[in-house]
């Protein structure tokens, strides 16, 4: 796994419930009591919701999501929605990182039921991405910067403990524990592995956690990506990016990050070719 100044591989709640969940724009609802199983190629945007405003993306007025509108022309046979998220930078947050997270049931981290899947029959997690940034396409001091795709990874365990609400109680949820059945990422170097012409990407969810019964699929997928920082600028015009910190100086980030998703689909036939993205 490539160094990177966002969000580590494994994402676990422990990290992810110290930032608020937020949902701009219509959704729809989708905490649909059956369960699945899922065991049919599906698109993610049929089971699971874009509720999972993490990193910069938690904070008012820095990311916002058009569904199905402001797309990319879309690719022949898009199965699902098409997604365009406008990122802007939270200078004073510390994290110079964003993401979205599509989950089941909307707004969950592992602690309600995720969808019972088959992931033995799924052999890839495949979509269509673009990312627009400002120049310079670096992190703050130099480092590449990266947007990752991930599969699964969300990890509830140990973290909401065995006591379930007196809402959940009388929903017959026993279990306020849970965690994907599979774990799964991949990263792509912005401006070169990825760029802003809209191309296919997947992600092999090979990481199949055991001993689940049924298996439970909670993070249908997710994007994360670090802000380009080193295209800002400093308040103070004696600093460097690097060395503009409060209250010597603020970072002024002015030109936001386009990311444009579609076609998110879980597939049950493998990569047309290996050495594809």
Request: with cysteine.
């Amino acid at each position: 796994m490539k160094n990177r100044t966002g969000p580590s591989g494994l994402l676990s709640v422990g990290m992810l419930a110290a930032l608020t969940l937020g949902a701009l724009g219509c959704l729809p609802e989708l905490n649909d009591p059956d369960r699945g199983p899922l065991t049919q190629t599906f698109a993610v945007s049929d089971y699971f919701a874009p509720s999972g405003f993490m990193g910069d993306g938690q904070y008012e007025g820095f990311m916002s999501m058009d569904v199905n509108q402001n797309c990319k022309p879309r690719p022949a046979g898009a199965q699902g929605s098409c997604y365009h998220f406008r990122y802007y930078m939270d200078p004073t947050s510390g994290f110079y990182w964003g993401g979205v997270y599509w989950v089941f049931p909307s707004n969950s981290w592992g602690s309600r039921p995720g969808y019972a899947f088959a992931p033995e029959n799924f052999k890839q997690v495949r979509f269509y991405a673009a990312v627009e940034t400002p120049s310079i396409n670096t992190t703050k001091g130099g480092g590449t910067a990266y947007f990752n795709g991930i599969a699964g990874n969300i990890n509830g365990n140990g973290f909401y403990g065995t006591m379930c609400t007196v809402d959940q109680q009388r929903a017959g949820v026993t279990n306020c524990e849970h965690e994907d059945g599979v774990k799964a990422e991949n990263n792509y170097a912005i401006g070169t592995d990825i760029t802003a012409d809209l191309k296919p990407y997947h992600i092999v969810p090979s990481d199949i956690i055991t001993g689940q019964d049924p298996a439970e699929l909670i993070g249908g997928f997710a994007w994360s990506m670090d802000f380009p920082s080193d295209s800002c600028t400093c308040s103070n015009p004696s600093l460097s990016v690097l060395e503009c910190m409060p209250p010597m100086g603020m970072l002024n980030c002015p030109t936001p990050v386009d990311v444009y998703l579609d076609d998110i689909v879980w597939d049950t036939n493998p990569p047309a070719a290996a050495g594809t993205p």
